[in-house]
Structure formats: structure tokens, C-alpha cells
């Protein structure tokens, strides 16, 4: 069968599709396919990944993919290879291969920027045009031609306002794209997800208040089990994040430097992340922690094997972030066992609950007591909360993407009743 027969068969499955399980979807995956490229996945492209796996099995027939074209249009993905393509990316992540599933993404984005995949149909009334990265959100305009367009019903998944309450934390030009994505939002959006009871909240002062906003916190996507455990034998202590000041690495560097001088011998830290914006000063330093402070080791990218050998073994979970919209690796720390020292801030609390250790993220002497605490086999800090621990549960993905599911029947029966009286 041919591609354009492919996408003939896909949208005839889509328009007939049953919506007792959720009205039709359109998945745009432009960020997913952008990032697998590259060769690394950040926690929103995750959050897109399972979005990408999992709504084509809870809606067989009724979700098509869409990447956007940078021309303003967006194109409609063929479903087959696509998929076949998202089904790879979680296990060559496992295994640290991403970069062997470059071509393939490459070649549907470029498809699509070639115009070689057709656009997205008109007639799209009760069907959902489902964005959960923020990209390319910011193009507001093109944005509102294709719901004009299309009659599609626009429902984003936002996951901050970081941009906005925080802008000190990020570029400029980010302040000005996340306004012009809030604009979009407000302006042609049926119904808004967000990521959390936090962001929820922020969101509403903001947008329109007949514009329905709705809480769900994201799921937990269990850690693989590793083939080996960890080679560093020290006691350790993780950290995952991109480098950037909003993830306040330099407070964990000022922690070892005294944990060095009044530690024989110190603990390890792991430091996993990629390089961001505004991280010279943090770069720098770790470059120059082998001979400074040789105890900590910078890792850019790791395998998810690698990375779950890690928490697994680590004395805690770090995350002494100034602002977050959620915390997924609170989440995954949690879903393997490990105990999490962590910032105090709301979304946090909405992650964790009860069970991780909350401090101030400017309270330099209040984490190094903390982290030298955790350090010791004997610490009854820790133990206390490895037993508030066991009571706590990861959330599913499949919860969460039914929730969703309730949220969009909702929206499409509202927006169908409307059409009907008018």
C-alpha cells in the first residue's frame, strides 16, 4: 500500500471511529521527531512520547499524527510509519541508541517540510488537535488559520508558566514565545490541560475565564530494570536536569566544596544533563571538578539503563530547583525507591506528598546537613523516609491519558450541543 493510500484508509478509520472511548485525535509529535534526531529526550519530550505510544492503542483508529511544516501549515504525518517509528524510541533510549533513529525522523519531518504529506483536512468538527510540548504553540497565527481552517477543537497540555513568573530564568526571547503561546491559548483554544493543580492555578489568572482549564498530573514511566548495577562505589547522590540557573546546580557545587574539606572521604554526586541556557559559570566548574573536586562526575547524556542503575543505587534523589511546573525525576526517584531531597516549592509537594525532604533552595547550610545526614548507613532521617516511601504510588500513564480522554468527550459534547442550538 502506498503512502497516500495509507493516509486515505487512516483519516477514513479516524472519521468513523467510535467516540465512547474519545473523540478523534490529531497528535502533533513535531518536538518528539525534532529531539529523537538530535539524539536526547528532555521530560517534556518524554511526556510526548508517551502520549505518542499509548492514545493509539486507547483509541485504535482514531489518532493521526501532524508535524508542523515552518511554512505555518501542518501536515498530516503517515500513521504506520510513524508509529512504527515512536514504538523504537523508548527501547533505544534504554540502550543509549537514539542516534541510530535519527534518519527516520529526520525523513518525516522533512517530508513534512517538504509538503510531501498532505495537510490536515478541512471538515475536523468534533475531532481534537492535540498539542503536549508547547511547540509550536508560540506561532499563534498559524495556530488560529488551522482551527479556522479545519474546524479542529485546539487542546494544549501546558506545563509552566515559568517563562512569565520566573523570567530571570530564561532567554529573553522564551518570555516573549510562552506570551504569544498564551495568546494562541487564549484565542483559539476549546479546552486547556495542565500538569499539575499548580500550574492550573497560574493558569487561570491568565486566561480567559469561560476557557475550561483542567488538572492532571502526569504519569510515571517505570525505570527499566538495569543490567548491572552502578560501578561507582562510594556513597552517591543524583541530580537530573538540564544546566541552567533555574535548576540552581551551583548551590550542590558549593555543598561538596565543603563536603570535601570536612568529609574524608566525601560522597560522590552524579550530575546528569544536558548543557542549557546560561550555564557557563556551571559548566565551567564541572569541566574543572577533576581536579578540584574529583568526586563529582558530569554525565551530558546517559541510557536510560544507565540512569536507572543510578537512582537505584543513589542516597537520594537531588532537586534543589528554584521553579517547576511539576518534577518528573521526583517521580521516577519515588517509583524505584529512592529517596529525594528536594526544593520546597508547590509542585513539588503535588509530586511527592509527604515522603521527600522539602528545604529552601537559598538555605545553602540546610542542605549540606541534610546531604552529610544521608550520607551515613546509619541516617534514621533516611530511613524515616524510605518507610513514608512505601505508601507512596507512582501514577500510571494509562490513568492519566484516560482522564484526559474524559476531559476532550466532554469538550467535543459541549462544542457539539453549542453547534446544534446555534
Given amino acids: 500500500m502506498s503512502e497516500s493510500q495509507e493516509l486515505d484508509k487512516d483519516q477514513t478509520m479516524a472519521a468513523v471511529a467510535s467516540c465512547e472511548e474519545g473523540p478523534p485525535v490529531w497528535l502533533d509529535v513535531t518536538r518528539l521527531l525534532w529531539r529523537t534526531a538530535r539524539g536526547v529526550l528532555t521530560g517534556i519530550d518524554r511526556v510526548e512520547l508517551a502520549y505518542a505510544e499509548r492514545l493509539p492503542e486507547l483509541l485504535p483508529g482514531a489518532v493521526n499524527f501532524v508535524a508542523y511544516d515552518q511554512r505555518g501549515d501542518f501536515r498530516r504525518l503517515p500513521t504506520a510509519s510513524t508509529y512504527a517509528l515512536v514504538r523504537q524510541v523508548r527501547p533505544a533510549a534504554a540502550e543509549g541508541c537514539l542516534s541510530r533513529l535519527g534518519p527516520a525522523s529526520i525523513g518525516l519531518l522533512a517530508g513534512a517540510a517538504a509538503g510531501f504529506w498532505g495537510r490536515m483536512p478541512a471538515g475536523l468538527s468534533g475531532h481534537v488537535y492535540l498539542n503536549v510540548s508547547h511547540y509550536p504553540l508560540h506561532r499563534d497565527r498559524a495556530i488560529w488559520r488551522l482551527v479556522h481552517r479545519t474546524g479542529v477543537s485546539f487542546v494544549p497540555l501546558l506545563h509552566d508558566l515559568i517563562p512569565l513568573e520566573r523570567p530571570e530564568f530564561v532567554k529573553p526571547k522564551e518570555t516573549v514565545r510562552h506570551a504569544r503561546r498564551l495568546a494562541a491559548v487564549a484565542s483559539s483554544a476549546r479546552g486547556v490541560l495542565a500538569n499539575s493543580q499548580t500550574t ?223
Fill in 200 to 422: 492550573a492555578a497560574a493558569l487561570r489568572k491568565r486566561l480567559p475565564a469561560e476557557l475550561p482549564v483542567q488538572a492532571v498530573p502526569l504519569g510515571v514511566a517505570q525505570l527499566p530494570e538495569p543490567a548491572e548495577p552502578t560501578s561507582v562505589s562510594l556513597p552517591f547522590f543524583v541530580v537530573v536536569g538540564t544546566l541552567e540557573p533555574r535548576k540552581n546546580h551551583a548551590l550542590l557545587l558549593q555543598v561538596w566544596q565543603r563536603l570535601a574539606m570536612e568529609v574524608d572521604p566525601p560522597p560522590r554526586l552524579l550530575v546528569i544533563g544536558r548543557r542549557g541556557w546560561g550555564n557557563s559559570a556551571i559548566v565551567n566548574a564541572l569541566i574543572g571538578t577533576n581536579g578540584e573536586l574529583p568526586h563529582i562526575d558530569w554525565h551530558e547524556r546517559v541510557s536510560d539503563a544507565t540512569l536507572a542503575a543510578m537512582m537505584r543505587s543513589a542516597r537520594a534523589l537531588l532537586m534543589p530547583s528554584f521553579a517547576e511546573g511539576f518534577g518528573i525525576p521526583i517521580a521516577e526517584a519515588l517509583s524505584v525507591g529512592t529517596p529525594v531531597i528536594a526544593s520546597d516549592l508547590p509542585a513539588h509537594r503535588e509530586v511527592g506528598g509527604d515522603v521527600p525532604e522539602y528545604l529552601d533552595p537559598c538555605d545553602l547550610h540546610a542542605w549540606y546537613q541534610v546531604i552529610l545526614d544521608y550520607c551515613r548507613p546509619e541516617s534514621l532521617a533516611r530511613q524515616a523516609q524510605l518507610t513514608r516511601l512505601r505508601h507512596w504510588r507512582a501514577r500510571s500513564w494509562d490513568t492519566h491519558l484516560q482522564e484526559v480522554l474524559s476531559f476532550l468527550r466532554a469538550l467535543t459534547k459541549t462544542a457539539e450541543a453549542t453547534q446544534q442550538a446555534a
